[in-house]
């Protein structure tokens, strides 16, 4: 007997998982970046070309749209996952934003740009199967004054409970959360790659982690 499904039912059901995974990272992972976000393009200078790693669905970047506009910036929004980025797509053009914000399916480890005022990571850094190698490579891309902002929750106290639940939350909404992320290693991990941290702002403090907005450049030679 066939019990394979027809063409079309198969498509129709692709197409109903892509829109429930970026449904859920929208009301999951692009509503708490949002904040992130305006806080790092603040700190920006007019007319910044900034590439954006990791933009997902776009969320975070259409909810500060006044501020990009008002500060003329162009943003080069790179992802892997093809699904986030059709929703990004949309999403920008429903805002009318594609005049300062374009978007590319690429991996940052295959991005060939340069040039750029600043390089943001959303909380997207640690998770980057070689942050080191991934680090180096826009630190490469920098204009001479250009600065790598990164947003991250970092873990104060070592929590086995949270290391495991972060994994298993990635099996259920197929959203990474990323690896519990200590300040340690984040410190580490930044040196490695040859870059300076030159600013840390706690964004918000919880009891057990904190958001923070860390700024660096890279490390000079002498």
């Known amino acids: 007997m066939n019990i394979n499904l027809p063409a079309e039912v198969s498509v ?7 829109t429930l995974r970026g449904i859920i990272y929208d009301r999951t992972f692009a509503k708490l970046t949002i904040n992130w976000y305006r806080a790092v393009l603040e700190r920006l200078p007019d007319r910044a070309e900034v590439l954006d ?3 997902g669905t776009g969320g975070a970047v259409v909810a500060n749209a006044d501020l990009i506009r008002s500060k003329q910036l162009r943003i080069l929004g790179i992802d892997i996952d093809a ?4 929703r990004c797509t949309k999403a920008l053009a429903k805002a009318g934003l594609t005049e300062h914000v374009q978007v590319r ?3 940052v480890y295959d991005h060939q740009g340069g040039g750029y005022d600043a390089v943001y990571f959303s909380g997207s850094f640690m998770l980057l ?3 080191v190698g991934a680090l180096d490579r826009v630190l490469g891309q920098l204009k001479p004054e250009g600065k790598v902002f990164f947003t991250q929750t970092f873990q104060e106290r070592r929590s086995v409970l949270v290391e495991k639940v972060k994994p298993m939350l990635h099996k259920i909404t197929t959203i990474h959360f990323g690896q519990v992320t200590y300040w340690e290693n984040f410190q580490s991990v930044l040196a490695q790659a040859g870059a300076r941290i030159t600013d840390v702002v706690v964004l918000k403090q919880l009891r057990n982690a904190s958001f923070r907005l860390i700024e660096a450049v890279p490390e000079l030679i002498s």
Request: negative net charge; glycine residues 4%; proline residues 10%.
């Open 105 to 107: 399916l690429e991996s």
């Open 129 to 131: 199967p070689d942050p």
């Open 83 to 86: 699904d986030y980025l059709e």
């Open 12 to 18: 129709s059901r692709n197409n109903l998982v892509s």
């Open 53 to 55: 790693v990791g933009i």
